[in-house]
């Protein structure tokens, strides 16, 4: 017969409460750079020159066709040998936004391209600069539509930060592995990490949903 | 001190390449198997049902993939299991590409007009003929492209494996950047071995998924 013992695990809740915090500031932060990233780069793809162009494409295939824990060990441990010596929380936060900059890049361009043509044509008509164009025109309504999709990728970053415990960050997977070394409770610490992820997600999908139509992309 | 050429490093990660494609067509055919059986109960009349599968879904997608492969490995071992990484991760990856493929696959069956659902009821079509003659044909030629582009999910998934002791490629890097001290060159070797066996696939998807739209 399986006993289980989740109460050992309970008991070490300071850890838990300590990788949370991580696991969510770890996110904040890459969530907000990414996007920032992911805006850029999608500017860049559609109206920078050919160089940048090229070069933007290649770094978005170059993410999204090799996986997070390679790209943070490279990071990570390559990285040093060319001279680049990364604290461990700089390493995740630089990992998380190079992987989530390169996904939000494609997502944000897809919302920029479905612009109404007649949107530039107003636009143009009042005067506004290129810049003005995109920042007050194309922009909000852009990041309105595909936002759903962006939130799903922040989502998946949230979740993908558990990875960065291999790197012995503390955030919330580390924790589970720390706590399950000291108590031998090995399925327990998961099943109860895991499911703080899953409300986690959960959580986050609702706040994102919240705060976007009301900070983000309001129609002022 | 041993020293290790190139080559060397190149051909034992090469020799890896293979387990990480062996697990990759493991997940996808065994969840695709999967999937297929979870679609049909998630258009089944049952309510209950359909509920459970949105819930499975929910928990594969909310949840790290990392931690899935943790309670897979521990959890087959408290079942009194021979775990090897290998079945723990085989398992788990299948779990994993079985709640993907099924969600994928619902948006498929979704964007099939609903007087093909009609039209079929209205025929005395049962379920499963309904399914197999009108639905899932129709369904079929919008899913290959997003398909396609999950097998790449599928391959850096299976990279995870390797925290649970699976020597797949990315294992593979780490021992050779343990014995080389040569961090930099592994992980680049690494990545390009998975960007060589992703680009085609995420290429081809987008390919077809231009055709389709065109």
Redesign the interface.
């Known amino acids: 017969m399986i006993e289980f013992s989740f109460g050992t695990v309970l008991a070490q809740w300071p850890m838990l409460l300590r990788g949370l915090v991580l696991t969510v500031v770890l996110t904040a932060i890459s969530a907000v750079l990414g996007a920032l990233v992911g805006t850029a780069c999608a500017w860049a793809r559609l109206h920078g020159g050919p160089i940048l162009k090229r070069v933007v494409g290649a770094y978005v295939e170059l993410v999204r066709n090799t996986p997070f824990i390679v790209q943070l060990f490279f990071i990570f441990f390559g990285l040093p040998s060319l001279g680049l010596r990364l604290s461990v929380e700089v390493a995740c936060v630089l990992a998380m936004v190079f992987n989530l900059g390169a996904y939000a890049c494609e997502i944000v361009r897809a919302g920029l391209q479905s612009t109404p043509k007649g949107q530039l044509e107003a636009a143009l008509s009042l005067a506004l600069t290129p810049w003005q164009t995109f920042l007050y025109v194309v922009l909000p309504p852009a990041l309105a539509r595909i936002w759903p999709a962006l939130v799903s990728q922040i989502i998946i970053i949230m979740l993908g930060s558990a990875v960065c415990g291999q790197i012995s960050a503390e955030e919330l997977s580390q924790a589970a592995n720390l706590i399950a070394s000291r108590t031998f409770r090995n399925f327990e610490s998961y099943i109860i990490v895991t499911a703080i992820y899953l409300l986690l997600a959960i959580a986050l999908r609702q706040l994102l949903y919240w705060v976007g139509p009301r900070f983000i992309f309001s129609r002022r | 001190m041993v020293q290790f050429s190139l080559w060397d490093i190149f051909g034992f990660l090469l020799g890896a390449l293979r387990w990480t494609a062996a697990l990759s067509l493991i997940a996808f055919f065994g969840g695709g198997l999967a999937g297929l059986g979870l679609l049909l109960l998630r258009f089944t009349k049952l309510r209950g049902v359909a509920t459970a599968v949105a819930w499975y879904v929910?928990?594969f997608?909310?949840?790290?993939?990392?931690?899935?492969l943790?309670?897979v490995y521990?959890?087959l071992a408290?079942?009194g299991m021979d775990t090897s990484p290998l079945v723990a991760a085989s398992t788990c990856l299948t779990l994993y590409a079985s709640a993907y493929l099924t969600e994928i696959w619902r948006g498929c069956v979704n964007a099939v007009p609903k007087g093909q659902w009609e039209a079929s009821t209205s025929l005395a079509l049962t379920y499963t003929q309904q399914m197999r003659y009108v639905i899932l044909p129709q369904a079929l030629r919008v899913s290959i492209a997003p398909t396609v582009g999950f097998m790449?999910q599928i391959?850096?998934?299976t990279?995870?494996a390797?925290?649970i002791g699976f020597v797949e490629l990315?294992k593979a890097?780490?021992m050779i950047?343990n014995a080389t001290y040569?961090?930099?060159l592994?992980?680049?070797f690494?990545?390009l071995l998975?960007?060589v066996l992703?680009?085609p696939l995420?290429w081809w998807s987008q390919r077809l998924e231009n055709r389709r739209l065109a």
């Open positions: 929910q928990i997608q909310g949840t790290p993939l990392l931690m899935q943790f309670l521990f959890g408290l079942l790449v391959i850096k998934g990279a995870l390797s925290v990315t890097g780490q950047s040569q961090p930099f592994a992980y680049s690494v990545g998975y960007f992703c680009y995420s």
